[in-house]
């Protein structure tokens, strides 16, 4: 349960989603998050909310380099469809 004391790591992981989310999502001040979320103070949600703000950032950070290093191999290999040899379009 979300609003539960419990501190197992799945339980943990599954509020802090759940607080972040909320913070994201909706206009409600921290004091009322945190009553919400089985009676936690605004520091316990500022801590989780920033840890979660860390996490989004370094996901979108992978997706952003994903996507670069893969338009970067298209723009450098072309494949030669008469022979099906990779020829590389670029020069050094």
């Known amino acids: 349960d979300l609003a539960s004391p419990s501190r197992q790591r799945g339980v943990v992981h599954a509020r802090g989603v759940a607080m972040y989310l909320a913070r994201q999502l909706t206009g409600s001040s921290l004091q ?10 605004h520091m316990h949600h500022i801590f989780t909310v920033i840890r979660f703000q860390q996490i989004a950032i370094r996901i979108r950070l992978k997706l952003i380099a994903s996507d670069y290093i893969a338009h970067l191999h298209l723009l450098m290999i072309k494949k030669d469809a008469p022979t099906g040899q990779y020829k590389s379009e670029m020069t050094l």
Not at 32 to 41: A, P, V
């Open 32 to 41: 009322q998050l945190g009553r919400f979320f089985g009676g936690r103070d």
